[in-house]
């Protein structure tokens, strides 16, 4: 029922981002709706940047139209399975198991966009400007940099290369994922693993808002998420360090900018509300 297709994808995307920003804020999540209305009406800095981060996510929307375009031809997955060898097969070989399957799929394609929308509303109902700028820079700033990598250096998925030997277990659970959710994604849009980066990414943030039960949630989140684009066979081992480095510097840099954006627009830094929370 959940991967019937991408229409009950979005549906139960949408009933967890609600049920998150419950967990992680403690109060009503419909409030989050409130809140942006305010920022959005009061800030228009605020506003020029939720424009960038839809901006920079219709590029990726369109990343493939574009690739198709230039008519790149190259094909790095040689050379990054010279670096690791069979580092995925053996991992998959030693973890996998039929009941672990599900709970992987399921963090690989709900909980990656869940957590991220939902950290909006937990810093939005938090009243934590700092870290709710701070992750729409982070946002742009990961895809900014991952769109070139996937225009000019492609590398294909690891189950796709026959030499890796890795089976793809996605379809153990997901079936049509070929057909509802690859449009989305390219099959040689591999470095770096964007979901290895967003993912690391709201979980630093969270380590820097004060909130502990959204540390929690975050960070088990994504730690499963990068075991598991290893465990479904879609990533290498390269696409992660360079998901992981990406995340540290779209975090450092993001924090910066939301700094220095609430400096120039109000004189003064935006304390949260409940930055010494024990949560």
Same mark, same amino acid.
């Given at each position: 029922m959940l991967y019937q297709s991408m229409n009950y994808v979005v549906l139960y995307t949408v009933v967890i981002v609600a049920? $998150? &920003?419950w967990l992680g804020a403690r109060r009503n999540p419909l409030l989050a709706f409130v809140? =942006?209305?305010k920022e959005l009406i009061h800030s228009y800095k605020f506003l020029l940047l939720v424009a960038g981060m839809f901006g920079v996510l219709a590029v990726n929307k369109y990343e493939l139209q574009i690739e198709k375009k230039l008519h790149i031809t190259s094909d790095y997955t040689s050379f990054v399975f010279g670096l690791e060898g069979h580092f995925v097969r053996d991992l998959?070989? $030693?973890f996998f198991a039929p009941w672990l399957t599900p709970i992987i799929v399921f963090f690989y394609i709900? &909980?990656?966009q869940a957590v991220l @929308? @939902?950290?909006l509303g937990v810093y939005l109902l938090d009243k934590n400007r700092v870290m709710l700028y701070a992750t729409c820079y982070a946002i742009i700033i990961n895809y900014a940099i991952a769109i070139p990598f996937y225009l000019y250096f492609p590398v294909n998925e690891v189950w796709s290369y026959v030499p890796a030997g890795v089976r793809f277990t996605m379809l153990d659970v997901f079936p049509r994922f070929e057909q509802e959710y690859r449009p989305l994604s390219g099959l040689d849009n591999c470095f770096?693993? $964007?979901h290895t980066a967003i993912s690391v990414t709201t979980a630093l943030l969270a380590f820097r808002s004060g909130n502990r039960r959204w540390m929690a =949630?975050?960070?088990v989140s994504a730690v499963i998420i990068v075991f598991g684009i290893f465990y479904l066979g879609i990533h290498w081992l390269t696409d992660m360090l /360079? /998901?992981?480095l990406l995340a540290v510097l779209s975090t450092t840099v993001a924090v910066q900018l939301a700094k220095l954006t609430l400096r120039s627009s109000e004189g003064r830094l935006t304390i949260p509300s409940r930055a010494t929370d024990t949560r």
């Open positions: 049920v $998150l &920003m809140e =942006i209305g998959q070989h $030693l709900f &909980m990656l @929308a @939902a950290s770096p693993s $964007l =949630i975050t960070t /360079g /998901g992981t």
